[in-house]
């Protein structure tokens, strides 16, 4: 395979990751954050798949629209702001033949970044309809991702910076059905249409890449509730996730000037994903605590495959966990307090980006609900999202003007990325 060819699979490879991101529960190497409502951002989403306190748990576990009585509307947004730094970092230029022997002394640059982050916007609504005391069906739509990282033009490790912008959108139809007062059972299918934008231009040369990638797929969810009583209940939840198929225009301008596109079909694994919730109010208290288990399957994104283009690039992901815990304290008629704690583990293992930055993080979450009445109330919630640093080294080989000559380049650093999400959210029953 010909230095140029590689080169465009390299960067169009990053392009697909970063589409990648627009998934099941916010997919995201780097950052997986959770957008579904201003109650699970406060709580961490710890008992997520079976507190139940509005319409938003259909996102969880669809089993639990068994635990509504009434007509359930909710709807909000969240804003997810990024951090990411690219600290005591070094970028290599090296002039070399077709066989990697240098032509020249190597140049070396400062490659650090203070913040390569940004913020995005995340709607969302949820409605559940009981038909009767056996059946209920509801239907949501939410952003599952939304997120940005862009570094400057003049950055000197351009092309493996730039822009990386993704939205995606999830749109779900589920049923519930109550077996009996202890077990109810759901299911429901999911839209997800996936949008990303990339940005690659080699520092003081030509554009390498402007790539606008979306993408459609189906999947399914199912779950049950285990009821002991009103005030002891367990949630398990499970997410299938399949290949998203992404189209897209890729505009590329290599390092001799020479412009060419690629138009092709490009297949993206999804993790699947179980999640385990228990809630439990203590009784004759206004505490209840709750907490959650998700496993995400992240081993299934290995590698990158297209129609035309074959294997995009590897990635060897592993597979990633959450642990939850959150408590509840039921002040009053009019408040409600709830603060959570998560552990998140890395999706990334020894394959690590400087645009796509990946630890494990810690979730420090708090959050409130006011009761405007009986029927209606508005929810706050805030988490603060904290990473680690990781060491990154990556690198490429570009074509150049003279035959037989690249362009070899090397980026070393360490990342850091930390996020803040914060939510408001309506609901009311009918």
């Known amino acids: ?62 089993a639990a629209m068994a635990l509504f009585d009434d007509v359930e509307l909710s709807l909000g947004f969240e804003s997810i702001t990024s951090m990411i730094e690219v600290k005591d970092a070094t970028y290599t230029r090296l002039l070399v ?88 059972f ?42 002991l009583n009103e005030n002891n209940r367990f949630g398990l939840a499970y997410h299938y996730s399949p290949k998203l198929q992404a189209t897209g225009d890729i505009n590329f301008a290599g390092y001799t000037g020479s412009n060419s596109a690629i138009s092709d079909t490009l297949y993206m694994p999804l993790p699947d994903l179980l999640e385990f919730s228990g809630y439990h109010r203590i009784e004759d208290t206004k505490f209840a605590v709750h907490y959650s288990i998700q496993y995400i399957g992240w081993s299934s994104f290995d590698k990158l495959e297209a129609d035309k283009s074959g294997t995009l690039n590897d ?16 002040l009053n008629q009019d408040w409600t307090l709830r603060a959570g704690y998560m552990y998140d583990t890395s999706a990334q293992d020894e394959l690590t980006s400087i645009s796509v930055p990946d630890s494990d993080r810690q979730w420090f979450s708090t959050g409130f609900t006011y009761h405007l009445d009986s029927k209606s109330n508005i929810d706050f919630g805030f988490t603060y999202l904290m990473g680690k640093d990781v060491d990154v080294k990556e690198s490429k080989a570009l074509p150049t003007s003279t035959s037989g000559v690249y362009l070899a380049t090397q980026v070393e650093g360490t990342t850091h990325a930390d996020a803040i999400l914060l939510g408001l959210q309506y609901s009311r029953s009918f």
Do not use: C
């Open 1 to 62: 395979m010909n230095k140029t060819r590689l080169f465009k699979k390299s960067l169009l490879a990053v392009t697909i990751t970063t589409a990648t991101l627009a998934s099941q529960h916010t997919l995201a190497a780097g950052f997986q954050l959770n957008a579904q409502s201003a109650t699970g951002i406060g709580r961490a989403f710890a008992g997520d798949a079976v507190i139940a306190d509005n319409a938003s748990v259909m996102a969880r576990n669809p």
């Open 97 to 184: 033949d077709g066989s990697g022997n240098p032509l020249a002394a190597p140049t070396q640059s400062d490659a650090s970044y203070d913040d390569a982050g940004g913020t995005s916007i995340a709607p969302n609504i949820h409605l559940i309809v009981p038909v009767n005391e056996t059946f209920a069906w509801g239907i949501n739509a939410y952003t599952n991702f939304g997120t940005k990282t862009e570094f400057s033009d003049d950055y000197v490790a351009g092309e493996y910076g730039g822009l990386t912008d993704v939205k995606s959108m999830n749109i779900g139809l589920a049923g519930s059905f109550r077996m009996n007062e202890q077990w109810s």
């Open 186 to 227: 759901g299911a429901g299918l999911d839209i997800i249409y996936g949008q990303g934008k990339l940005e690659r231009s080699l520092t003081g040369g030509p554009e390498l890449l402007d790539v606008d990638a979306d993408g459609w797929a189906l999947g399914f969810n199912v779950g049950t509730v285990y009821e």
């Open 315 to 330: 990635y060897e992901w592993q597979n990633g966990m959450h642990y939850a815990l959150g408590g509840t304290y039921y």
